[in-house]
């Protein structure tokens, strides 16, 4: 009975378990969904410190499913940082079926992990890690990178062949890969587009062109090469028509070729054919009343036909050619690869190989090489924050080993007699030197959260268009982690701002020195990463970042980048005749006074001084003004001297430091300061006023966007700059230079 009875409860519980067995298998044997396919940057190419494109391909597992991604990459510290768009629609997964998702991310190091976790409202559905030897190494931050988009398989050869081979080169020969937000080319120095096959570029998609037009209204530099297939690209409809410099009127064939030619500097004619209808077979693009700058012209007949035209697009710069580079016969011609070169000195500068390749590896004692690593090391400067001097920790520690040997010997020995005291003053004197700088280092660091911030605001009047650019450094007194935002606003109320929108981030340290992006290995730091959210499409919330890790006394650097609409076309009447000064008249348009206020336009710097609130003055031809470049470099002149004042590497003056990244190219560059400009060339407008522009600088007491952190701070320092890009009519001299007469009286008038 007893037997019986045992077979019976093990069949009972084999009934039981049944059930749950079998639900395990199933969910044992169900697929999930999982990342087949992962793409940074432009076919591999990215650089450290700015925003770049991620795109990987998620295969459906064998249920539908909703979810939100985030990668996760290390900043310029080495933490970990996780960035998702704010408010995007839920990824939808189908089943068995290929799903491509385009994000965004900012890399900090050169070799890093890469984080994708995919979630939904309850779980986590995808974790997948991809190690740094599994993604492609990004390049440095000061690496130039140019992007090709085209039919020019072997573009790559010709940069190279411009003795430009430390040129990184991403060649593209399809839009698919294209951002669909303007920072997803931050790193991009410079961007080639050749339509001589127009089927690839009328392929682009209308948020692909606004995120194009954007970047170069943010400070990109686009070279574009359009002949034969000019009609359908700039022509009325055309994808790529708001790039033209011009209205586009027809395509014309060529035949004289000697401008260019002669611009190139080589020996090797150009030799243009022609086809069975005895046409010549070099098509050209002709463009009416170009803006801009011809740098180039052919004459064909009684007519002058741009070829090269260099226009300002908001603050950033497009450089059109008529010509297709890459089809016959100019794809032929041995003097193509000059014209290349001429068209990159344009867009990268003319820095040869050989300066490149001495800075490559080299570290400065100061630590940076670029002027944006002296920036940083200036807002490192804290009120009311005292760092300790490293000589002062060395004479410590030579102090305290004194005292613990050879004194505490000798006074034991000497006076007390008694050398067992050793066991107490031993512990005392360890005790006193572990206690008296805790004390001291609690009152010199200080017990409230700081930050410091510099702001530069650039209005491009013609265009409407606003950007403005922040850096943050923010000091934290205790370990802790942190919250921040960022709110604009401009003061100007007769024209407020109109949609602006932000993008907040860390700010790295470009270079090789220790705690720079480019350092061979990344600190230690806590796995849990800090999140960033970045701004969608139609996003109604604001972009932050939550759950920084701040050790404690230390710093953490932050950037921010905001763009948007403003009207101020009556600023400025301002007009220039043949003796290149400048006459009219500049309103002030701020609700604030502008102090500090210069305005250049080359050769000139023109003395204003302070500009009061909705206050206009006159520019004559008396207002005081100096050459731009002395101006720049601080050279003075007398009977007997003319010396310019040697850039200071290791200065802290900060407005000092932000009018050399301002102007960096007009003041003669790296040859002058010794440094870079290279990580945030956008901020230099040099181009600008070379160009036939003039702009006006001043600083503001009241800020215009200001960071938020969840936490008090104590006191905080700003420096706010404001640049307005000024539209200057040229005119023809009449009569004597020098006799516009300017009403005085419309100094300190109100706006009429």
Known sequence: MQHFSGKLCWWVLLLTLCPSLVHHQAVAVERPAQITDLQIGFNGHYKVGYWTPVEFTIQGGDRHHQCRCSVTVPDGDGLPASFEPVDRNKLQIPADQNVTYRTYAKFGRIQGNLVIVCSDDQQELIHKEFTGAQLPAGLPTTSPLVVHVGDWPEIEQSIHATQRRH???????????????????????????????????????????????????????????????????????????????????????????????????????????????????????????????????????????????????????????????????????????????????????????????????????????????????????????????????????????????PVDYFLLR????????????????????????????????????????????????????????????????????????????????????????????????????????????????????????????????????????????????????????????????????????????????????????????????YQIGRIAANRTIPITSSSVRRNLRYKLTRRTLSEESNVMAPWDEYGQNIPRIVEMMMFHEAAGGESYTGMFNRFQTFIDLSRHITSGRAVLVGRTSQPASSFQCDRESGSNQHWTFFRFVLPVSHTKPVGQAGHLQIDTEVAGSNIP
């Open 167 to 405: 040129i990184n080169v991403a060649n593209l020969e399809s839009v698919d890969s294209l951002p669909d937000h303007w920072w997803g080319y931050e790193g991009v120095d410079s961007l080639i587009i050749t339509c001589g096959d127009p089927g690839i570029i009328a392929a682009l998609n209308p948020v692909q062109v606004d995120a194009l037009q954007k970047w170069i209204q943010m400070g990109g530099k686009l070279i574009f090469s359009v002949g034969r297939h000019a009609e359908q690209l700039l022509g009325p409809g055309g994808i790529l028509r708001e790039l033209s410099p011009g209205k586009f009127l027809r395509t014309v064939d060529q035949c004289q070729t000697i401008g260019l030619e002669n611009f190139t500097d080589v020996s090797h004619q150009l030799n243009v054919g022609r086809d069975e209808l005895g046409r010549c077979e070099l098509d050209l693009a002709l463009i009416q009343q170009p803006a801009g700058t011809i740098e180039l012209a052919e004459r064909e007949g009684f007519e002058s036909r741009p070829v090269l035209i260099r226009q300002n697009y908001g603050l950033g710069e497009v450089v059109f050619v008529a010509i297709d580079l890459n089809q016959s016969p100019i794809k032929h011609w041995k003097g193509r690869e000059r014209l290349l070169a001429r068209l990159l000195e344009w867009t990268l500068g003319s820095e040869t190989e050989q300066a490149f390749s001495a800075s490559i590896g080299a570290v400065k004692h100061t630590g940076y090489d670029d002027l944006s690593g002296q920036l940083r090391s200036a807002l490192d400067q804290f009120q009311n924050i005292v760092f300790v001097p490293y000589w002062v920790v060395v004479v410590l520690v030579l102090l305290y080993l004194s005292l613990i040997g």
């Open 414 to 605: 000497r006076f007390a007699k008694r050398m067992e005291w050793t066991w107490l003053t031993l512990p005392l004197i360890v005790t006193a030197f572990c206690v008296i700088p805790y004390v001291l280092a609690k009152h010199l660091k200080g017990k409230h959260f700081q930050m410091n911030q510099v702001e530069i605001v650039d209005i491009d009047i013609d265009s409407r268009f606003v950007r403005g650019t922040t850096w943050v450094h923010a000091y934290s007194p205790a370990t802790s982690n942190y919250d921040f935002s960022t709110q604009t606003q401009i003061h100007c109320q007769s024209n407020p701002l109109d949609q602006h929108t932000a993008l907040i981030s860390w700010q790295g340290l470009p270079g090789t020195a220790l705690g720079s992006m480019n350092a061979a290995s990344p600190p230690a730091g806590p796995s849990h990463p800090y999140s960033i959210c970045f701004p969608d499409n139609h996003s109604s919330s604001s972009p932050q970042i939550t759950e920084m890790p701040l050790q404690v006394w230390s710093t953490k650097s932050l950037t921010a980048r905001w763009w948007g609409e403003i009207d101020l076309h009556f600023m400025a009447d301002l007009r220039s005749q043949g003796d290149k000064q400048l006459r009219g008249s500049i309103l002030n348009p701020l609700d604030d006074d502008l102090t500090e206020c210069y305005l250049y336009y080359a050769p000139w710097a």
